[in-house]
T-cell receptor, first 116, second 113 residues
């Protein structure tokens, strides 16, 4: 099955700096890679996702890059703000028809702290 | 904003009690999931369902059981709660076709004394 490794487990940055979280996956068939943000006391919320047919996707201060050859993908947050402090999870799955699709496999999470 | 709800949000209960954690979604999603989240943050899939009358066990063995009698409802039951069941339980759902976006509920924090 799929295995997703996420690094680092904790990350502290100064407000305004950039933060990068990296994930690697094992199954080359995986084609869908979402990122979730979990604030204290809440469930994870999808913040951005990328499919294997593109190498990069941006949404304001958040970007995700994908290297299919190396089987790794990264989350980039620029101009970090205190409200970016949360736990971030990467995930990977094979999307498609019900017969071939697989559930999301999550990374172990990164606690991001943005220091004012 | 996802329309997926969990009740109760917090539950403190004694050992041996039977409990049911409720999860419901109003998006008409076929696929629903239960995750257990340990203090180390990792999400562990314990049950999933691809539709009415379909339930499967996830990657992490769990003493809980689930049922899916209606599309919108996916309750999780512990027949006899133990301290080892203390954890955060997260419910999620996604449509069976098209987008792969998975939506999570707010979670239930269970403490068994």
């Amino acid at each position: 099955g799929e295995n997703v490794e996420q690094h680092p487990s904790t990350l502290s940055v100064q407000e305004g700096d950039s933060a990068v979280i990296k994930c690697t996956y094992s199954d080359s068939a995986s084609n869908y890679f979402p990122w979730y943000k979990q604030e204290l006391g809440k469930g994870p919320q999808l913040i951005i996702d990328i499919r294997s047919n593109v190498g990069e996707k941006k949404d304001q201060r958040i970007a995700v890059t994908l290297n299919k050859t190396a089987k790794h993908f990264s989350l980039h947050i620029t101009e970090t703000q205190p409200e970016d402090s949360a736990v971030y999870f990467c995930a990977a799955s094979l999307s498609g028809s019900s017969g071939s699709a697989r559930q999301l496999t999550f990374g172990s999470g990164t606690q991001l702290t943005v220091l004012p | 904003e996802a329309d997926i709800y969990q009740t109760p949000r917090y539950l403190v209960i004694g050992t041996g009690k039977k409990i049911t954690l409720e999860c419901s979604q109003t998006m008409g999603h076929d696929k629903m999931y239960w995750y257990q989240q340990d203090p180390g943050m990792e999400l562990h899939l314990i049950h999933y369902s691809y539709g009415v009358n379909s339930t499967e066990k996830g990657d992490l063995s769990s003493e809980s059981t689930v049922s899916r009698i209606r599309t919108e409802h996916f309750p999780l039951t512990l027949e006899s709660a133990r301290p080892s069941h203390t954890s955060q339980y997260l419910c999620a759902s996604r449509t069976g076709t098209g987008t792969d976006t998975q939506y999570f509920g707010p979670g239930t924090r269970l403490t068994v004394l």
